[in-house]
């Protein structure tokens, strides 16, 4: 059996990215017969960028509702939310004990905090959360409580993932008394989608404010967000070149290959890019119009998705909770008698 796992952070309201880098596949992946899937609300992660309670409420009921209109099927996979298995924060502090400091000074968000701050004149930690700080730790015993070995992300979330595997090493070797206590986790991308671009041409993040809304706002909004996406304005009469631009990147992620490519020599064969756009979200509302429905339906019901929740914690922890009892006998924290 291989065990997958993957998790959202819940700020804000889920887009293309995250379906086409994360969510999709995990849950193609958890219709097989060989695979143990787990995913969840990465809702303690919300807490690190997001000092709004009403909104994580929300965006975790958003997020769940997502996962569940998406195909999520709770019978089969354990579905649950981070905070709901209080091994998961238990296990990061035993982690953080054993976790080198240069180590986590390399991880990309604080890097990249720390040098906002210095183009800014600032002192390099100004308003640098310890949560900040630890949440390659955090997101490390996300995976290893339930000692995953397959975790399906988004590139920006490898080196998350290499941190977790160099935590996870350090421990066997210190504790393991020569038997490994955590498999080695490896990330699963999809090189097509593994950074699916936003309006911009960026990576689509809700941190640049450019992307296309996976459910909210229906189809009007997709439409309305992808008439946004940049495109270049050759000459009239110059070929365009589609390969490798927003457009084209995000069509081929909802389509065949074969239709991708029809799509590409159609643009530059004179397709005009307001009638791409078009074909465009027609496409992506081929795949998301029935899960839309769905999602419709289930966020009308927080009870239900409450219920869901706190049964697939309840799966998680007989996992977790004997997992935990060897791992506090291995670092010296198991009873005295
Ligand atoms: P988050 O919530 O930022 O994103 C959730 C998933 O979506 C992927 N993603 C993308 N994939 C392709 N193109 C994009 N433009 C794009 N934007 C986002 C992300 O790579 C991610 O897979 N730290 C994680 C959540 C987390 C987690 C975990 C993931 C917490 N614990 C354990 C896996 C395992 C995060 O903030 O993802």
Known sequence: MQRVLTG?????????GNYV??????????R????DSFLFLADYHALVKCDDPARVARSRLEIAATWLAAGLDPQRAVFYRQSDIPEIPELAWLLSCVSAKGLLNR?????AAVDANVAAAEDPDAGISMGLYGYPVLMAADILIFNAHKVPVGRDQVQHIEMAR????RFNHLFGRGEALFELPEAVIEEQVATLPGLDGRKMSKSYDNTVPLFAGGAKATLEAIKRIVTDSRAPGEPKQPEGTALQLIFEAFASPAEAAGFATALREGLGW????????????DDLAPMRERYAELIARPDDIEDIL????????????????????????GRLG
């Open 8 to 16: 959202i952070t819940t700020t804000g309201t889920p887009h293309l």
């Open 21 to 30: 880098g994360a969510i999709r596949p995990a849950i193609q992946a958890s």
């Open 32 to 35: 097989q017969p060989q695979v």
């Open 107 to 111: 991880a990309h968000a604080y890097k």
């Open 166 to 169: 160099d935590f996870a090493q």
């Open 274 to 285: 307001g009638e791409a756009k078009q074909r465009l979200a027609a496409r992506i509302e």
């Open 310 to 333: 706190q049964a697939g914690a309840r799966r998680a922890r007989t996992v977790a909770t004997p997992f935990m009892a060897r791992l506090r006998e291995a670092v010296g924290l």
